[in-house]
């Protein structure tokens, strides 16, 4: 099994930063990717950053380009999602998911971690 446990979402005044943190435990060693996703009620969930987990490799949309970054280290089996110039907009439930080798779909998720962008 795998388990991820997000943290650092908050309440944040448009402009400002966050970052947000997904530490996994259990078989960590099977992850191949990792990636950050969103969703508010009523809407599709949105793919916020991607990035491999043994690899140099990552994706963010255009949407956050520029403003967000994910990294990770591996030595704490923890990936980050640093969100600079924070929008209203930004306001969802942030969720942390992990794929392994060989499969073609995120199969572990966090609960999820609120960050709510004020003007």
């Known amino acids: 099994q795998i388990q991820l446990v997000e943290s650092g979402g908050g309440l944040v005044q448009a402009g400002g930063s966050l970052r947000l943190s997904c530490a996994a435990s259990g078989r960590t060693s099977y992850i191949d990717t990792t990636g950050w996703f969103r969703q508010v009620p009523g809407k599709e969930r949105e793919t916020v950053a991607v990035?491999?987990?043994?690899?140099?490799?990552?994706y963010v949309p255009d949407s956050v380009k520029g403003r967000f970054t994910i990294s990770r280290d591996n030595a704490k089996n923890t990936v980050y999602l640093q969100m600079n110039s924070l929008e209203t907009e930004d306001t969802a439930v942030y969720y942390c998911a992990a794929r392994t080798l060989g499969r073609t779909e995120y199969g572990y998720w966090g609960q999820g971690t609120q960050v709510t962008v004020s003007s």
């Open positions: 990035i491999s987990w043994r690899g140099p490799v990552s």
